[in-house]
């Protein structure tokens, strides 16, 4: 309900209350829940009221804002996220960068910030001392509070094995820093003095004024509409700092909203009463910022790991960012299910939490790591022995079910293969040849319907003749959709859909492959030896060599012995799918022969050896047992 006043603003007041007769102590809710038609009576009998209220209760009140404690490795993490849009790997690398050092000039290579892994909010006496000088010099003695701040961390398996992510010395302001730094660490380093300035300054105090305004004896009953607002009595540390947040909270919109000052009893003009429709939704999706502070609540992984455990997540396309905020993939609800149905324990956020507290018992020396690894190891190996043995394999590729193919009479369905989610048709018991078609960009094979699915089927389409006489079609191959006219093939650009392309656009697109082809080649010196136009300019080669073309030269000049002595001086060149590490392998695979009987002659040697040793041994042994026999022999004839 905008309310203009003597100030020139407009202020919105909000209906918080109606006492209607019958409707009980929740008028308000039970008269939102009625229909439509009801509503709009209701408010027309509102707006018949009046066009003046009356404030009958005027309320203030004085609150304090305490700053956000320095910084740990979660919570940088989730700023940097929130406030410059940088993803926790990107984060992680560019504090990487502060904390090894940057030349700043005369004074050498200097390391901006302490380590950048750490759970601890903990500041050092010299950190804090240096931090209240540089507060009482350039922002005043009232803004130091009368002792330090002293923050204590709230993550029960915190280890503090360090300080908190601040700057090394305070008195390296960002500006006097700026021109020695790249965009990114500025952005960085800028943030991490910022707050850890303003941890230690004082509270912001805070005014918030609430007015209520009645309208007795409406028709139907009384009502009341409420309005707000907060303004800023003393910034104090907002002057340099102000925490960010992923969700927008229920006093936001009083923040910064200043109400003209009223009294009791004085006529306010009523200007209009809207009514506005709002739907409860869903919680939101996790963002980078909210992940990580979700894994950092629930126990999971440490300030090391956290940029790790989102990277592992996107790589391997479990899930994908939209509008900054994850969604699970095919892959990633699939993997999820799976895991969910048949490994219930191994997925469960305490077992995690668990095992990183005992794996911390490791570490202090309380526990010992082998006994621990026997009572995770045994069951687990027994559990996915005994899965192996009793899960059918369409569970884990997330097979479902779509219908019938209405032509074929075959069952229709959609499921993850090896180059991502499909739809098939038959049986695959039964059919010795099922029909493949890969989903569609923006499809996912849990929300595909038959029709949808049955569309994809369209492919390969034949568009008909080139004027040369060959067939033209399109199809999507494994590296994405190509017209084919004749043996050639041509990539179809990002801008044509496959399943909507015409015959004049498709030879179009034909057309400029033809010219690509008949413009690559330069020179053919007809033994293999070739110069062509590649995507990065011209290039001799043979086949399993290229070699480039030094600047100066001209390529449609270059002789046979020129291109023969520069494919002579360059490296192989690496194949495609790893060919080159195939002839690696091949030639190892050759060479092994060679070097087992090597190993086994030198064996043969070696046990001849040990052989003539060992006799030799013998033999003395013999001999001396001889010789002492003769001596004992000697001395009883002699006795």
Not at 35 to 42: E, F, M, R
Not at 392 to 399: F, K, N, P, V, W
Request: with cysteine.
């Amino acid at each position: 309900m905008p309310i203009p006043h003597s100030d020139g603003d407009d202020h919105r007041a909000w209906l918080t209350a109606l006492r209607t007769p019958g409707l009980g102590p929740g008028g308000l809710r039970q008269w939102l829940d009625r229909a439509d038609g009801d509503i709009h009576a209701a408010l027309a009998q509102l707006r018949r009221h009046g066009a003046t209220l009356d404030p009958a209760a005027l309320a203030w009140l004085e609150r304090k804002r305490r700053p956000a404690a320095p910084f740990t490795t979660s919570t940088l993490q989730q700023e940097a996220a929130r406030k410059l849009g940088f993803t926790t790997s990107r984060t992680m690398k560019v504090a990487q960068g502060l904390y090894e050092g940057v030349a700043l000039g005369g004074e050498g290579n200097v390391g901006l910030i302490t380590y950048m892994r750490t759970d601890s909010t903990m500041l050092g006496d010299d950190a804090m001392a240096e931090l209240r000088q540089l507060i009482a010099r350039d922002f005043g003695g009232h803004a130091l509070p009368d002792a330090p701040q002293v923050y204590k961390t709230k993550l029960k398996n915190a280890q503090e094995a360090h300080e908190a992510i601040r700057p090394t010395s305070a008195m390296h302001t960002p500006k006097s820093v700026a021109a020695f730094l790249n965009d990114d660490q500025r952005k960085l380093y800028e943030l991490i003095w910022k707050r850890t300035v303003a941890c230690q300054m004082i509270h912001a105090t805070l005014n918030t004024v609430s007015v209520e305004f009645a309208l007795p004896n409406v028709a139907g009953g009384d009502a009341s509409f409420r309005a707000s607002g907060t303004t800023v009595v003393d910034p104090g540390f907002l002057a340099v700092y102000e925490e960010g947040s992923d969700q927008k909270k229920a006093d936001d919109d009083d923040e910064g909203r200043r109400l003209p000052r009223l009294e009791k009893g004085e006529a306010v003009p009523l200007h209009e009463i809207a009514a506005d429709q709002h739907f409860t939704e869903p919680p939101p999706r996790y963002s980078e910022a909210s992940l990580v502070k979700a894994l950092e609540e629930y126990g999971i992984g440490r300030p090391s790991t956290y940029a790790s455990i989102i990277q592992v997540l996107q790589n391997r396309e479990y899930v994908f960012l939209d509008s900054r905020r994850f969604k699970p993939s095919d892959v990633g609800r699939a993997v999820s299910k799976f895991l969910t149905q048949h490994f219930t324990q191994y997925v469960d956020y305490d077992f995690t939490a668990k095992l990183e507290d005992e794996l911390d018992a490791v570490s202090r020396g309380e526990e010992a790591w082998v006994p621990l690894m026997e009572r995770f190891w045994q069951p687990f190996k027994q559990q996915v022995d005994e899965k192996a043995e009793s899960v059918d394999r369409s569970e884990a590729t997330g097979a479902r079910a779509l219908g019938t193919d209405p032509k074929t009479g075959k069952p229709v369905f959609v499921r993850l293969g090896r180059f991502g989610p499909y739809a098939a048709i038959g049986d695959k018991d039964s059919d010795e040849k099922l029909q493949f078609a890969s989903l569609r960009p923006g499809q996912s094979m849990h929300t595909i319907e038959l029709a949808e699915a049955l569309e994809l089927f369209k492919l390969p389409r034949k568009l008909g003749q080139a004027p040369n006489g060959d067939e033209v079609s399109v199809a999507i191959g494994r590296f994405g959709p190509f017209v084919k006219q004749g043996s050639t093939y041509a990539s179809l650009k990002p801008e044509d859909d496959p399943y909507t392309i015409e015959l004049p656009r498709a030879l179009q697109v034909m057309a400029e492959k033809l010219e690509m082809l008949a413009n690559r080649l330069i020179l053919d010196f007809g033994n293999g030896v070739q110069v062509l136009n590649g995507r990065y300019g011209a290039y001799i080669t043979d086949g399993e060599k290229n070699a480039r073309i030094p600047k100066e030269q001209e390529p449609k000049e270059l002789t046979e012995a020129q291109c023969l002595e520069l494919l002579a001086a360059a490296p192989v060149r690496k194949g495609r799918f790893g060919k080159k590490g195939a002839t690696k392998k091949a030639a190892a695979k050759k060479a092994a022969p060679a070097k087992k009987t090597a190993v086994k002659k030198a064996a043969t040697k070696k046990a001849a050896t040990k052989k003539t040793t060992a006799k030799k041994t013998a033999t003395k042994k013999t001999a001396t047992k001889k010789a002492a026999v003769k001596k004992a022999t000697a001395g009883k004839v002699e006795a």
